[in-house]
């Protein structure tokens, strides 16, 4: 892998991370275009994707930098004042409850995760048909979020059910092609969540996800797709530049919009590799 190599896929994880149109099928195919994936040890460049990822990991943590602060020490406070039979505040309940709906919401695809790291990791999840099924699959599911959802509840009004929602929708995210922001802010609207509240949701559950996975798959990452410490330094540190204003578009722009431009987006694409892989000029694998 070579450092402009590096750099581009830094920056198309950080692009398409937060957007609802799947980074790891952006990456897959443009590290298909590159010569970089190697069918036989498709294991290799899902240990890339999930280091490069820490980049946008920390983009979160740093765009949510206050909002974690609050998360950490209301939890802490709260929990520790119903314990002791003391009175608890308003604003330390609120902060305290998203603490425990992010850590609810992190046990579905947590546990399935784990189950299926093999199959995960495997050549499946880097086959052309299965991603753009997941293109095509989300954007119809999403349609019908934003057809039903009612988007009358913002983050003050999150509720365990909610938590649950989302963090089985997040399991689908496993399925590359069908975006963790996308099945997550997918859950959310089914779940009446407005979709900026919805996407703040999506970004904050990823930072337990995103950061166990990348730190599981580092030493693997180290030997893989010929990349070496300095390249995947560049390209996470891309990855993080990128995505923060990632972050920033992607709130500012579900205040007035809804998210079928997206959705346009991912069934062309997911027409595209599928007239591709039908005319024989490209392969599954």
Not at 35 to 54: R, S
């Amino acid at each position: 892998m070579s450092i402009l190599q590096a750099i581009i896929l830094g920056i198309i994880q950080g692009l398409t991370e937060f957007i609802p149109i799947s980074s790891t099928a952006h990456l897959t195919l443009a590290g298909k275009l590159m010569g970089l994936v190697n069918p036989n040890q498709p294991e290799e460049w899902t240990a890339f994707i999930a280091v490069i990822q820490l980049g946008t990991l920390i983009a979160v943590i740093v765009y949510f930098a206050q909002d974690i602060i609050q998360i950490t020490k209301g939890f802490v406070t709260a929990n520790l004042a119903k314990l002791t039979n003391k009175p608890v505040s308003a604003d330390e309940e609120h902060w305290a409850l998203l603490g425990w709906l992010i850590f609810i919401g992190t046990i579905p695809v947590g546990v399935v995760g784990l189950l299926a790291r093999h199959w995960i990791e495997g050549k499946l999840t880097k086959n052309l048909w299965v991603i753009a099924g997941s293109m095509l699959g989300l954007a119809v599911i999403l349609t019908i979020a934003e057809m039903v959802g009612r988007r009358r509840r913002d983050m003050t009004q999150l509720t365990v059910m909610d938590a649950v929602i989302v963090g089985v929708a997040q399991v689908f995210a496993l399925i590359p092609g069908s975006s963790r922001s996308g099945t997550t802010i997918t859950g959310g609207l089914f779940a009446g969540l407005e979709r900026e509240s919805a996407a703040r949701f999506s970004f904050l559950l990823s930072i337990p996800a995103v950061g166990a996975s990348g730190l599981l798959e580092l030493h693997e990452a180290m030997h893989s797709v010929h990349a070496g410490v300095v390249e995947l330094a560049i390209s996470t540190a891309a990855s993080f530049v990128v995505g923060y204003f990632s972050i920033a578009f992607m709130l500012r722009y579900l205040q007035k919009h809804s998210t079928y431009l997206f959705i346009g987006y991912r069934l062309g694409l997911g027409i595209v590799i599928l007239a591709l892989l039908f005319s024989g000029k490209a392969s599954a694998y």
